[in-house]
């Protein structure tokens, strides 16, 4: 029993250091990384460590001949819901006294994210015009004799780096307007646990904060459609490197 406890804790452990809290930095462009929220890089890994440490306990009790993967199904599971499970109405509720800060509050987040998505959309544009004149230089060196395979292969791979890490950012930044418009639906019902001072200005705060997250759910649609371009030059790329032969 010893033994298959210290297996699960193990897997729980590793669960976080080897998925939840790596980005996958390999040859990722540095300026992609500018403004990277703080819960995607910091944050979300120490709940995701909480998570999947219960989860992993909790599979002790599962009868299972396989109990490691039964465990890391278990992690897996507990980190995803340590990092969601109301992160942001247990902070709100904590740190705020009234309706109107917490709405507030919750409003700066939002904002914050708006601009950390904005920033994501710009540098990937800026990533992709930059990708593409130096692909057109290494192909032109290719010709000339200067260049080899090797040197486009090596730039695919940088730009698959960067593809699943603006793929990572996009789903964290969909998961996280998710968790804004829960936050904004718990707040209405009630259960921000602090009762407003003024009600017509929690009204208008609340109308606020609907409108931050409805700019916050363009912007992730801009930033969608802006990695969608930069998939599409990764894949020309990729086709260009097949059809080198030597």
Partial sequence: MMKSSLVCIAVA??????????TDS?????????????????????ACLIGATIAGLACLGIKDDNKAAACLIAA????????TANYMLDKTRANYHNLEDQLDASKKQVQDSIN???????????????DR???????????????SKADLEKKL????????????RLDSDKSTLNEYRSLRDSLDRGEGGKPATNSRVAERKAEELDNEIE???????????????????????????SQISI
Wanted: some cysteine; proline content about 2%; glycine content about 8%.
């Fill in 133 to 147: 004149a130096e692909v057109e230089s290494i192909k032109a060196n290719i010709k000339a004799g200067t260049a």
């Fill in 116 to 130: 950390s998505t904005r920033t994501l959309k710009e540098t990937s544009e800026q990533t992709l015009a930059d």
């Fill in 76 to 83: 897996t599971a507990g980190c995803a819901a340590g990092m």
């Fill in 157 to 168: 791979s940088d730009m698959e780096a960067n593809l699943a890490y603006m793929r990572k």
């Fill in 215 to 241: 700019r916050l759910e363009q912007n992730i649609y801009e930033l969608e459609n802006s990695i969608s371009s930069y998939a599409q030059q990764t894949s020309i790329v990729k086709g260009d490197v």
């Fill in 26 to 46: 390999g040859s990722v462009n540095p300026n992609l990384k500018k403004d990277e929220p703080k819960f995607f890089s910091k944050s979300g890994g120490g």
């Fill in 13 to 22: 452990l590793s669960v976080f250091v080897t998925g939840c809290a790596s």
